[in-house]
């Protein structure tokens, strides 16, 4: 539950995008999110210290990149995705706008294969030059854990200032975007639970929609993983109420 200590780290096997590689825009030495997840594999956040944050620089985050897809390539495992994730929030990049175009632009030159995605909770898409800026991604993949405001708050646990109705209201701003749920059992699915989920996502409206639930450690020791069948249903079910693809990760 550490923290990654680089700047490009994996590749790994993700259930949701094969071997991925994931470019870490945060410092290497402490998780920094404005959510406090219960289930995040990273635990809980730290205090913030009264002490400068250091964020990777372009040409850091391309050198890193370019050296671990060649490395990737020379094991035998070729590269076609790689996410912009790492510890906790992308978006707290304090150059995220300018960094993204010129990420974007590498890959176009040197590595069109690869499809690049990020995820995020949606922290700064109040901010339409964020809003711009995500859609340089193939898969802009944005968390919505609860339609729910109660429920969202003690899952997440928002470190700033969080109003779901906002929230929603910007999702629908966002272009083509991909909507990510955790479901964790006995917090997020009853069936009141995937009814306003669900709502949501009809005003959303997303391209597609990604559900999973808990498949490693965890913040909150002992959270409940629903069964594949129930994450069957549930994409099942949303994906014929929205016409969209719905994937369960299992």
């Not at 400068?52 to 035998?76: H, M, R, T, Y």
């Not at 809003?131 to 109660?150: C, G, M, N, Q, V």
């Not at 964790?184 to 306003?196: A, E, T």
């Amino acid at each position: 539950m550490d923290p990654e200590k680089s700047v490009v780290y994996g590749p790994v096997h993700s259930r949701r995008f094969g071997w991925d590689l994931g470019i870490n825009l945060l410092p290497t030495n402490r998780k920094l999110c404005t959510f406090d997840c219960i289930y995040c594999q990273y635990g809980f956040s730290p205090p913030l210290r009264n002490e400068k944050q250091i964020f990777p620089d372009i040409a850091e985050i391309l050198n890193s990149w370019e050296e671990q897809i060649v490395l990737a390539s020379e094991k035998g495992i070729p590269i076609y995705h790689t996410t912009v994730s790492g510890n906790g929030e992308p978006t707290m990049h304090p150059d995220f706008n300018t960094i993204i175009p010129q990420i974007v632009e590498w890959r176009n030159q040197h590595a069109s294969h690869i499809r690049l995605a990020i995820l995020s909770n949606g922290y700064r898409i109040h901010d339409a030059a964020i809003r711009e800026t995500l859609k340089y991604f193939d898969e802009p993949i944005l968390k919505l854990d609860s339609a729910i405001p109660e429920k969202l708050k003690t899952i997440d646990r928002p470190l700033a200032p969080f109003s779901l109705a906002q929230f929603i209201s910007d999702l629908q701003k966002c272009d083509r975007i991909i909507i990510q749920t955790m479901f964790l059992k006995g917090w997020n699915d009853h069936p009141r639970d995937i009814l306003c989920w669900q709502n949501a996502l009809l005003q959303i409206r997303p391209v597609s929609v990604q559900i999973y639930t808990v498949s490693r450690d965890t913040a909150l020791p002992e959270l409940g993983a629903l069964s594949e069948a129930e994450l069957l249903r549930i994409a099942d079910d949303t994906s014929r109420l929205l016409n969209v693809p719905v994937q369960a990760a299992i």
